[in-house]
């Protein structure tokens, strides 16, 4: 027997059910095994938010507390993240926040689990995720924080230095704007690297903020 394409190619696409709400597509996503990542985390850490969300952030995958808790960005990255947002005027409860990847990628280092980047063959076969929560929400911005969401929703690899902070178009037709992933900050050499880091990221809020409110107006 010929093996379909399918079996050889899993993706989350196989999971992904018919009737699509965000409860819906919540609850199946606890059982996907579009890829190998389910088998080594705790939990699918699906994307959180209301259905009435006009914006769309989305990060790379989560990290080693959001795989024990089971909600996005609550550790280190999410501090900083709220604390942007915060700064920009942008209620956290009133955004829907996600991950390109759901399960968290990782490896044993001594005593810790540290973080692995995801191959874009895992966030190929976990987009189905992403555009469904795009489809049911039709937010009005999407906001990709770093390489692998700006991978995921624009298609193609793309350099972060030099298409942050703009707002493109993208495969899914709405209103894309790119920005750095917030543990981008953490990664910076000394403190004064930090603090200029996230004073531009502050500001990249402060412009989707901006954005959002054009757009309402329009
Ligand atoms: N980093 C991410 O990309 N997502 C999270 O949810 C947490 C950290
Ligand atoms: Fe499914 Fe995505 Fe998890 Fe892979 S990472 S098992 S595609 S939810």
Redesign the pocket.
């Known amino acids: 027997m010929v093996a379909s394409k399918q079996a050889l190619n899993p993706s989350a696409r196989d999971f992904v059910p018919e009737r699509r709400s965000l409860a819906s597509l919540r609850q199946a996503a606890k059982t996907c095994e579009g890829c190998d990542l389910f088998r080594n985390a705790t939990q699918t850490?699906f994307g959180e938010g209301p259905n009435h969300a006009s914006v769309i952030l989305i990060?790379?995958?989560?990290?080693d507390?959001?795989d024990r808790k089971g909600e996005?960005?609550?550790?280190p990255?999410?501090r900083m993240l709220d604390k942007a947002l915060d700064e920009a005027h942008i209620p956290r409860h009133e955004v829907y926040?996600t991950?390109a990847v759901k399960h968290f990628k990782w490896i044993w280092r001594g005593k810790r689990r540290l973080h692995q980047k995801p191959s874009i063959r895992q966030v190929t076969a976990c987009k189905p995720w992403l555009e469904a929560e795009i489809e049911v929400l039709r937010p009005k911005i999407l906001v990709c924080?770093?390489a692998?969401?700006a991978q995921s929703v624009l298609g193609k690899t793309v350099l972060i230095t030099k298409e942050r902070g703009k707002f493109i178009d993208s495969d899914f037709g709405r209103v894309t704007f790119v920005t750095i992933?917030?543990?981008a900050i953490f990664r910076q050499r000394d403190k004064e690297e930090q603090k200029k880091e996230y004073r531009r990221f502050a500001a990249e809020m402060k412009l989707v903020q901006h954005k959002l409110q054009s757009l309402a107006a329009a």
């Open positions: 850490v990060g790379e995958q989560p990290g507390m959001e996005p960005f609550v550790g990255a999410g926040v991950n924080m770093g692998t969401a992933h917030p543990s």
